[in-house]
């Protein structure tokens, strides 16, 4: 459903650094957006790129927009989500190539896009986060918020991990397998889907707790409500295991600790296209019916 919101007067643009199309997109999109009156801010890496002298730092841009748009890819864009927890600024993700779920826009499709959003012909698609907390000896130690799934795993070992499940403090398994995924819905068609995971639709409130090559092939992917919380704790004596938070940041784990992970209290917005939906994007990212 179309929603308005107040006018938009300041755009942030954050792009993935180092791709050749990049300034060739802000050669194009900046004169476009200063023309229609449109104040934009750009990070360091994407103001070196445009050949810009001036820029914000990136984590001040969700505070002094309304809109960030992000060009590159899904990782861009998981990057950014983290940014902008607890701000109102909506997410335009662009797509530079590549499977793409969270960035559904196209380089082709970009202008007519803004248009619409400028004209407030939009859909604004909220997603869940997950909120998590590394403890160690009661001890908060490392903390992280996700848009697609906080990942347990054996590292760059070749042992398996042995890890306890629980949910609202009850316990659920024990488990030895390569690592533990729990995801968010937008997550679940990501590193969850590849180790058997459920598609489950992004507008449900709910977690995926998949495992990873079960020593036991009983052990099988489930679904939780999103307002439960899990705690994953490290029963291996062995070094290497890690906690990895949207793929992007890691964290060392000992035996004993503790992997709490619950909802976060925000939620993200993503810009939709009207033209696209859900079921329209899983055809065309996993090639079904071909």
């Given at each position: 459903?179309?929603?308005?919101?107040?006018?938009?007067?300041?755009?942030?643009?954050?792009?993935?650094?180092?791709?050749?199309?990049v300034?060739?997109?802000?050669?194009?999109?900046?004169?476009w957006?200063?023309?229609?009156?449109?104040?934009?801010?750009?990070?360091?890496?994407?103001?070196?790129t445009?050949?810009?002298?001036?820029?914000?730092?990136?984590?001040?841009?969700?505070?002094?927009?309304?809109?960030?748009?992000?060009?590159?890819?899904?990782?861009?864009?998981l990057?950014?989500?983290?940014?902008?927890?607890?701000?109102?600024?909506?997410?335009?993700?662009?797509?530079?190539?590549?499977?793409?779920?969270?960035?559904?826009?196209?380089?082709?499709?970009v202008?007519?896009?803004?248009?619409?959003?400028?004209?407030?012909?939009?859909?604004?698609?909220?997603?869940?986060?997950l909120?998590?907390?590394?403890?160690?000896?009661?001890?908060?130690?490392?903390?992280?918020?996700?848009?697609?799934?906080?990942v347990?795993?054996?590292g760059?070992?070749?042992?398996?991990?042995?890890?306890?499940?629980?949910?609202?403090?009850?316990?659920?398994?024990?488990?030895r397998?390569?690592?533990?995924?729990?995801?968010?819905?937008?997550?679940?068609?990501?590193?969850?889907?590849?180790?058997?995971?459920?598609?489950?639709h992004?507008?449900?409130d709910?977690?995926?707790?998949?495992?990873?090559?079960?020593?036991?092939?009983?052990?099988?992917?489930?679904?939780?409500p999103?307002?439960?919380?899990?705690?994953?704790?490290?029963?291996?004596?062995?070094?290497?295991?890690?906690?990895?938070?949207d793929?992007?940041?890691?964290?060392?784990?000992?035996?004993?600790?503790?992997?709490?992970?619950?909802?976060?209290?925000?939620?993200?917005?993503?810009?939709?296209?009207?033209?696209?939906?859900?079921?329209?994007?899983?055809?065309?990212?996993?090639?079904?019916?071909?």
């Open positions: 459903m179309a929603q308005k919101i107040l006018k938009m007067q300041r755009i942030g643009i954050i792009a993935k650094p180092h791709r050749p199309e300034k060739k997109v802000l050669d194009g999109l900046l004169p957006l200063a023309e229609r009156g449109l104040e934009v801010f750009l990070d360091t890496d994407t103001a070196a445009a050949g810009l002298p001036s820029a914000v730092q990136k984590s001040r841009i969700p505070s002094l927009v309304e809109m960030i748009i992000v060009l590159g890819g899904d990782g861009t864009l990057s950014v989500a983290r940014l902008v927890e607890g701000r109102d600024a909506l997410i335009l993700g662009v797509n530079l190539g590549g499977l793409g779920f969270l960035t559904e826009i196209t380089l082709d499709g202008y007519t896009a803004l248009e619409k959003i400028f004209q407030e012909d939009f859909i604004i698609d909220e997603r869940m986060m909120k998590s907390n590394i403890l160690r000896q009661g001890e908060r130690i490392a903390q992280s918020t996700v848009l697609n799934d906080v347990i795993s054996k760059s070992l070749a042992r398996m991990i042995n890890l306890e499940v629980y949910i609202n403090y009850q316990f659920v398994t024990s488990l397998a390569d690592g533990l995924i729990v995801s968010t819905p937008t997550g679940s068609t990501a590193y969850s889907l590849s180790a058997g995971g459920p598609i489950v992004p507008s449900l709910a977690m995926i707790i998949t495992p990873v090559c079960p020593h036991t092939l009983t052990n099988r992917p489930i679904v939780v999103g307002n439960v919380g899990v705690e994953v704790i490290l029963k291996s004596k062995d070094e290497g295991a890690v906690a990895t938070f793929g992007q940041v890691g964290f060392s784990l000992r035996e004993e600790d503790v992997v709490e992970i619950k909802a976060s209290e925000q939620k993200i917005k993503l810009v939709g296209s009207p033209d696209r939906n859900y079921f329209g994007i899983l055809r065309e990212k996993l090639k079904w019916g071909r």
